[in-house]
């Protein structure tokens, strides 16, 4: 059974940045594509970020291109997110998602793509 455990979130001015981390058992982690989607109060779930297996490709949502960058550490099995020059919009619940099966060289960034995820954590960006 996969499991993946997010931490720190929390609360953070403008401007400000947070890591964030996905720690993932149960399966090899190393051969597995991860992402991070987020949910805003009242809006849908939305993908931001991905890393392929290997570290090679990581698309990114454009809301955050240029701020936020994905990382993975397969000798930890830990996936990361570095979250710098945060906006008061960037304020959700943010999630860690794997998925089962063929890996995509691309990881996708539908979140039915994705049949495993985290509790989340949230992230708060006061002005």
């Known amino acids: 059974q996969v499991q993946l455990i997010e931490s720190g979130g929390g609360l953070v001015q403008a401007g400000g940045s947070l890591r964030l981390s996905c720690a993932a058992s149960?399966?090899?982690?190393?051969?597995?594509?991860m992402a991070w989607f987020r949910r805003a109060p009242g809006k849908e779930r939305e993908f931001v970020a991905a890393i392929s297996w290997s570290g090679a490709n990581t698309p990114y949502a454009d809301s955050v291109k240029g701020r936020f960058t994905i990382s993975r550490d397969n000798a930890k099995n830990t996936v990361y997110l570095q979250m710098n020059s945060l906006k008061p919009e960037d304020t959700a619940v943010y999630y860690c998602?794997?998925?089962?099966?063929?890996?995509?060289?691309?990881?996708?960034?539908?979140?039915?793509?994705?049949?495993?995820w985290g509790q989340g954590t949230q992230v708060t960006v006061s002005s």
């Open positions: 149960g399966r090899t982690f190393s051969t597995y594509n």
């Open positions: 998602a794997t998925a089962s099966g063929v890996q995509p060289s691309i990881p996708p960034r539908l979140e039915y793509r994705y049949n495993y």
